[in-house]
């Protein structure tokens, strides 16, 4: 067993990248995430594991230290929160266009605007549909607990390079903000120069020996011709994706005659909500994905035929409903309920919700 | 009669082009000073050795594709966002040699914050600044560089201080801060301006190798498409012009502002 630990969401998830060999951090401070970054100065990981880590003088410039590391091969991880993403978005659109690996993670806040610090989700059309320009996809993980903040940092490592693909840990304030016991992983070495070399001189940018052609990392091409094929490359990676990478809960779902589905926070919520309806002879049962994309298609899919309707929950005016929907090509009556700009809802309140989707009001 | 086979020999060669560009064609107008840029830089990156342990950052402008020219690992950065790029880079690979290679409007527009915080926190990296007061990729607008009165597309009755603010002299505003080493501005335009610069390159390297902090070169170069002359012609005007605004010469040696320098930024 690992050591175990009370910690804060936005510890854990610092904790988990140092312990996973991270080269480095590069972020600049926004609530609620600055825990992120005070840990990690706080830790000295250069003393620890060789980690490097920068506060940088904006966002524009922490995720172009992100690109530029990541380049070179290094495990790069970066944290920010809402209106710190959505300065992101330039850097996150040509990482994935010149497709490198790093894990990015969203400590999602309300807005729009500067809105609130409080937690939200409503990043998520930002998160899984694009936020950048460009057709390309992240990877998103959407973590319920402390414990899956810490495990997320590997886990997404392990996709970034498998597919040489930007991941996003999208949390929320309320995950961030929250201390729960946390088993952490043992201390992995960071890789060395060599191993570096071994696994990535096909197309990292160390330094050309003479015996391969120059690596190039860009995300240019200005033939659209091939720009297009590049284009189908990136398709077929997310196709992919959606085929072996899809991750997803199942609680209490098997006689399930409704469904709440539910990520994160919400998640954390709904699990209540089903309790309170099981007492009161609702059959309620809770679907929830852990990754918002690749998102559950053909597995929430399956509950067609099955199930009665579906509450969508989110704290967001209703992004994720689209998903749902989509999933369930309109054959089952969707809902959505959710609290937002910085409001969290109760369990009480999303039981009243799933009440009135089975009174059809 | 000779033939061309005849005098290209090993004997007879007075220069060859360097291993460190490629062949490809360059994407330049004829005339531009680019050409000329880039392969001073990687000349001074063969003659050092150093191909296999140095990586360049490109920038967006036209010199977007110096990674179809330069030999070296090239990244190819997002407009104004090389000096970020190479501190990520660079704080990864403390001892790999790493330069930037970027235009006025990145350098000096867009990316005026990443040039100015990379400088401040002095990152040990060499930055190559192509000084042509024009955005020459984009069809010639108006840069953060253009001079009082100059024509751009965007200022097409001439740059008018009042309403389009005044040229930004970046580089000596960054010689300023404690971060940089060695700033120095330069040209290309003649054989003895190359020798000058190459020498510059040369020292902005060691600088480097011997961790002090950022070297930082202005070229101050032609655009001939931009400004609408011709090649000779805009080499002309740019002495004629832009080098009493953009005066040639070393700014700051070894940490220390130069005399004419430190009275200037006074006055
Ligand atoms: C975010 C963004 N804004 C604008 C552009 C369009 N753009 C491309 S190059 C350029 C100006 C380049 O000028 P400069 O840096 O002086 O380089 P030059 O071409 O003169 O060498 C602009 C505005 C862009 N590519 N990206
Ligand atoms: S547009 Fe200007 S800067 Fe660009 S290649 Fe032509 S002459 Fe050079
Ligand atoms: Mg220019």
Redesign the pocket.
């Known amino acids: 067993m690992g050591e175990l630990k009370l910690m804060k969401g936005n510890e854990a998830i610092a904790e988990a990248a140092i312990r996973a060999g991270v080269d480095a951090y590069f972020g600049y401070p926004i609530t609620p995430q600055s825990e992120v970054i005070e840990y990690l100065m706080a830790e000295q990981p250069e003393e620890r594991t060789g980690m490097v880590v920068l506060q940088a003088e904006s966002e524009l410039a922490a995720i172009n230290m992100v690109y530029g590391a990541a380049a070179a091969g290094k495990k790069v991880f970066t944290s920010s929160s809402s209106p710190g993403i959505s300065l992101y978005q ?1 850097g996150i659109s040509y990482i994935a266009g010149a497709e490198l690996p790093c894990v990015i993670a969203n400590v999602v806040r309300g807005g729009p605007g500067l809105g609130t610090i409080q937690p939200s989700q409503a990043d998520y059309f930002q998160s899984t549909k694009g936020g950048g320009h460009g057709d390309y996809k992240l990877y998103v993980l959407a973590p319920a607990s402390v414990q899956e903040m810490a495990d997320f940092i590997q886990l997404g490592f392990d996709i970034a390079y498998k597919y040489r693909n930007p991941v996003m840990i999208q949390s929320d304030g309320m995950i961030g903000q929250m201390m729960e016991k946390v088993e952490l992983a043992d201390q992995r070495p960071r890789w060395t120069d060599e191993e570096i070399k071994q696994m990535h001189d096909s197309w990292a940018a160390f330094g050309k020996g003479d015996h391969r052609e120059r690596n190039i990392i860009t995300s240019l091409d200005l033939d659209s011709a091939k720009q297009e094929k590049h284009n189908h490359h990136l398709q077929a990676k997310y196709r992919r994706m959606e085929e072996e990478e899809v991750l997803f809960e199942e609680i209490n779902c098997e006689d399930a005659e409704y469904l709440i589905v539910a990520y994160g926070s919400s998640a954390r919520i709904s699990m209540k909500s089903i309790d309170l309806a099981r007492a009161k002879g609702i059959k309620a049962g809770l679907f929830r994905p852990i990754t918002l994309y690749p998102f559950p298609m053909k597995q929430l899919n399956a509950y067609v035929g099955k199930v009665k309707g579906i509450l969508s929950v989110e704290m967001s005016a209703g992004q994720l409903i689209e998903d749902i929907k989509l999933a369930v090509e309109c054959n089952v009556p969707v809902k959505h309920f959710g609290r937002y700009g910085g409001m969290i809802h109760s369990p009480e309140e999303v039981l009243t919700a799933l009440e009135n989707l089975i009174k059809g009001e | 009669m000779m033939d061309i086979k005849d005098i290209v020999k090993e004997e007879n060669l007075v220069y060859t082009k360097t291993k460190l560009m490629t062949d490809n064609i360059l994407s330049y107008c004829p005339g531009c000073g ?1 050409g000329t840029a880039h392969r001073i830089v990687m000349e001074v990156i063969d003659e050092l050795g150093l191909q296999s342990q140095t990586v360049g950052i490109a ?6 594709l110096a990674y179809d020219f330069m030999n070296i690992d090239m990244i190819q950065a ?3 966002r090389a000096p970020a790029v190479a501190t990520g880079v660079k704080r990864t690979m403390p001892d790999k040699y790493v330069f930037t290679y ?9 990316g005026t914050a990443e040039t100015i915080h990379v400088c401040n926190r002095g990152e040990n990296i060499t930055m190559i600044f ?3 007061g ?5 069809g010639g ?1 108006m ?1 953060p ?1 253009t001079l009082e009165g100059m024509k751009t597309s965007t200022s097409p009755y001439g740059r008018d201080l009042k309403s389009m603010g005044n040229p930004l002299k970046i580089t000596e505003l960054i010689a300023q801060l404690p971060g940089t080493y060695y700033v120095t501005r330069q040209a290309v335009h003649t054989p003895a301006a190359v020798r000058k610069t190459k020498k510059a390159v040369f020292k902005a390297f060691e600088v480097q190798k011997e961790k002090k902090g950022i070297s930082f070169i202005e070229i101050v170069s032609n ?1 001939n498409s ?1 400004w609408k002359m011709s090649p000779v012609k805009s080499n002309e005007w740019m002495v004629e012009h832009m080098f009493p605004f953009y005066p040639m010469g070393d700014i700051k040696v070894d940490g220390e502002l130069v005399k004419s320098n430190k009275a200037e930024v006074k006055s």
């Open positions: 330039e | 680019h920038p967006v402008g036209c010199s977007v997002a407009h104004g970027q235009g006025d409007g990145d350098l000096a527009a867009i192509i000084n042509n024009i955005y020459g990729m984009t607008q840069a560089t655009c931009g």
